[in-house]
Structure formats: structure tokens, C-alpha cells
């Protein structure tokens, strides 16, 4: 992310492929919106009551993927390697338009859309961004697994684990600083299963479009896709990418340190409604600075509009 102030696409930007869980055929336009407006997904495939927004509170399913729904039920479902490229690359407002109920997996990883919005170009505007700001810790646990978020001064930590009694996978863990590293592999990084859970999956009517061209396959000992891994912490850098775009259904950019183990959309999820439910936990920092780049944000940059 270049700029503080908001930023659009400047062209159109349209993606098809076929829907992981699905299996259908999508189309996806993405197109500029004005400061403001947010991220809206439209489905063209309906007329009426067609907007959806993804907000961490319209999220109704976390099962393998996150799915955000209107209150009129109609539903756009595995947003998140979406929702992590847009984050990525500081896109505050796109209209999102889709013919179908599920996000294309495209390569399974965020590359393809970076790739494609990049080319695109930006259109920044003379509007100051806003960011949340992260006042005490918040923690969210299911058994043994549990995911936290608490103060930071000026950046976006995630430090994540994840553990696999399976061999290839194991016990992988990566930190990264989100507005100063280079998370190309972050964003490069391929959705998995294991060969076993495959028959499990699809008998839930999940994974209709899954193929070794959109999913890292793990049997045994043994890594099905031929090229193999594209970077050594894969699977867990997979999963980075996925709490990033599910950090973004809070409609901000945040300042605060995340850890996590064992987590995932749902943990993720659970933990933004914990967060929001109490104003005392947040502050919304808007940025008055035009063209700074993140990593010299300073304290006398940021002013409290909560």
C-alpha cells in the first residue's frame, strides 16, 4: 500500500474461472467507485436486492470459506483471496460485480487478482483514508485454538501457527509485518487439503471446482501437484492470506498486532464481532497526510475521529 488517502481502480478489471465449492462458471468485473463507497459486491445475475456488503456482521458461513450474505439471503461466498488482494494493494472502494454466488478460486492464491488490479492501474483520491486502531487485547478461543488481537503502535503484525499431525505439513509458523514486508509470498500462496478429507469435503457439496490447477493436494508423505510448493511456509502463509481478507470485512485497515494458532475464518470472524462490540476496544484514526507512504506513519499524522 503506496498512498494515505483513498484509492480506486482506474479501469475495469474482469476475471472468470471456475467456483471451488460450486463448481460453476463466475465472471467478475471489478470497477472503480467513488471515495467513501467502500468495497460492494453486486450480484448482475439478479435484479433486485443485488448489493451485498462484506461486513464482518454479514458473514454467515465460515465453513472452508467466508461467505457474506444481505438480509434479503442473497449470498457471495469465498470473498476472502479477494478480499486479501484488495487489502493488499490499499484499494478502499470497487464495485464488485459477480454472476454467480462464489468468487472465483482462479489459481487458489491471490496472484491472479494482484496481477490483473495491478495492470489496471490506481486512481487515488484527495480523500484521507481511515484505519482502526486497536485500544486494548481482545482474544477469541475455540478448545485449542485462539486468536488474538492487542495494541501496536504504528503497524499490522500477524504471527500465526498451524499445526498437522501430517508430516509434509507439520507444524509451520510464520510473522509478518503487513505494511512493510514484502508478502509476495503471502499473496502467492495456494488453499490445501489433505487427499483423505477430499471424499468428506465433496459429500458436504464442497470443493465441486477443486482441481491440483487451485489447491495444494498433501497425501502422506507425498505433494500430488507437480511443481510442487511455490515458498517453504506455504501452508501457513496461506492461511495468513486468508485472515487478511477476512480482516478486511471490518471496512478498515488496522493498526494492531494479531496472533493466532490453529485459526480461521471463523476464529477470525468471531474475534472482529468481539472487537466492534465495544467502542471502548477501538479508535478510528483518519490520516490527514496526502502521499506518505504507510511505513512513515508517525503519531503526529493521526487524528481520532471516534
Do not use: W
Not at 463466475?26 to 467502500?38: C, D
Not at 494458532?261 to 467502542?279: A, I, P, W
Amino acid at each position: 500500500m503506496s498512498y494515505l488517502t483513498q484509492k480506486t481502480i482506474k479501469t475495469p478489471v474482469s476475471f472468470n474461472g471456475v467456483a471451488l465449492h460450486n463448481g460453476l462458471n463466475v465472471n467478475v468485473t471489478l470497477k472503480s467507485a467513488k471515495p467513501n463507497e467502500g468495497i460492494v459486491f453486486k450480484r448482475v445475475d439478479l435484479k433486485n436486492n443485488n448489493l451485498i456488503y462484506p461486513n464482518f456482521l454479514n458473514v454467515t458461513n465460515t465453513s472452508l470459506n467466508t461467505t457474506i450474505e444481505n438480509e434479503h439471503g442473497v449470498k457471495v461466498s469465498t470473498i476472502e483471496h479477494l478480499m486479501g488482494a484488495l487489502f493488499g494493494l490499499g484499494i478502499d472502494n470497487v464495485l464488485v460485480e459477480i454472476d454467480n454466488e462464489e468468487v472465483p478460486i482462479l489459481d487458489g492464491s491471490a496472484k491472479n487478482f494482484i496481477e490483473k488490479i495491478i495492470s489496471s492501474g490506481f486512481e487515488v483520491s484527495e480523500e484521507p483514508i481511515k484505519i482502526i486502531k486497536i485500544n486494548q487485547r481482545i482474544e477469541y478461543s475455540d478448545g485449542k485454538r485462539f486468536i488474538s488481537i492487542e495494541p501496536s503502535k504504528l503497524s499490522l503484525d500477524i504471527d500465526f501457527e498451524l499445526k498437522f499431525k501430517n508430516e509434509i505439513i507439520g507444524n509451520q509458523r510464520n510473522k509478518v509485518k503487513v505494511y512493510e514486508d514484502d508478502l509476495t509470498d503471502v499473496y502467492n500462496s495456494r488453499t490445501f487439503c489433505l487427499f483423505e478429507d477430499i471424499e468428506f469435503i465433496k459429500k458436504n457439496g464442497l470443493a465441486k471446482g477443486g482441481s491440483l490447477d487451485n489447491a495444494i493436494v498433501v497425501k502422506d508423505k507425498e505433494i500430488l501437484n507437480k511443481d510442487g510448493l511455490r515458498n517453504d511456509k506455504e501452508f501457513v502463509n496461506h492461511k495468513i492470506l486468508d485472515c487478511i481478507g477476512d480482516l478486511y470485512t471490518s471496512g478498515y485497515r488496522i493498526i494492531g498486532n494479531v496472533q493466532c494458532s490453529q485459526g480461521g475464518h471463523y476464529l477470525t470472524n468471531q474475534l472482529l464481532r468481539k472487537v466492534f462490540v465495544d467502542k471502548n476496544n477501538f479508535s478510528i484514526i483518519e490520516i490527514r497526510e496526502k502521499n506518505l507512504p504507510h511505513t512513515l506513519i508517525n503519531r503526529n499524522l493521526l487524528r481520532s475521529i471516534a
